[in-house]
């Protein structure tokens, strides 16, 4: 039982580029979610999916696409890197409103 | 707009010390709240639970409290040892249907020889 695994742990991009962030879970958790983590801003959430096929915009999705076509996996696309964007991405699942959240390991991305 | 507040923003202690963070929220509805213990360079992993009729909770080590009048939480940590250093985070839960969690900008834990 992996748990949340999140691909790849580190990443550099130049200014303009594209590039996916892939998160799988293995608990058949209907709740997914993708979050940034600023210095001094704690956890903010991107976008969100409640189930396969249903996806919405959390408090910063600006620049982020994601999409769920399965229950395992729910990637998160940037679309044009910007400095802005340089941050640490997590992945969490959980079971229902009330569950634990199991978190990836994060990603650690740079925008030069 | 839901808030979780946490005090103090880092905290130096000496191993084998104790040591109390906190929590104060203002989240409605509310449903439960969630101490995560987030180590250096690792995704955050929950600790305990406390929902709006528990008052104490323990985890070894770890203690909670809730105080649901005052909407304030305390999670204490006894005899600490170097491997309790690690940011904790307080996570606030909204009722049934809410997905959106409220998180803490975190304590940063310093325990030292």
């Known amino acids: 039982n992996a748990g949340v695994t999140q691909t790849p742990k580190f990443q550099v991009l130049k200014t303009g580029q594209s590039m996916t962030l892939q998160c799988a879970q293995d608990?058949?958790?209907?709740?997914m979610s993708w979050y940034r983590q600023d210095p001094g801003m704690g956890l903010r959430l991107i976008h969100y999916?409640?189930?396969?096929?249903?996806?919405d915009q959390g408090e910063v999705p600006n620049g982020y696409n994601v999409s769920r076509s399965t229950t395992e996996d729910f990637p998160l696309r940037l679309l044009s890197a910007a400095p802005s964007q340089t941050s640490v991405y997590f992945c969490?699942?959980?079971?229902?409103?009330?569950?634990?959240?199991?978190f990836g390991q994060g990603t650690r991305l740079t925008v030069v | 707009k839901n808030q979780v507040e946490q005090s103090p923003q880092s905290l130096i202690i000496l191993e084998g010390k104790n040591c109390t963070l906190q929590?104060?929220?203002?989240?409605?509805?509310?449903?439960?709240l969630r101490w995560y213990k987030q180590d250096t360079g690792r995704g955050p992993v929950s600790l305990t639970i406390?929902?709006?009729?528990?008052n104490t909770k323990s985890n070894g080590r770890y203690t909670a409290t809730l105080d649901a009048d005052t909407k304030q939480s305390s999670l204490h940590i006894t005899a600490s040892q170097l491997s309790d250093s690690a940011s904790y985070i307080c996570?606030?839960?909204?009722?049934?249907?809410?997905?959106?969690?409220?998180f803490g900008k975190g304590t940063k834990l310093s325990v030292i020889p």
């Open positions: 969490a699942s959980r079971r229902g409103d009330r569950g634990q959240a199991f």
């Open positions: 608990m058949n958790h209907e709740y």
């Open positions: 999916s409640v189930g396969a096929g249903i996806t």
């Open positions: 929590c104060n929220y203002t989240v409605s509805p509310f449903s439960n």
């Open positions: 406390m929902t709006f009729s528990e």
């Open positions: 996570v606030s839960y909204s009722g049934a249907g809410s997905y959106q969690l409220t």
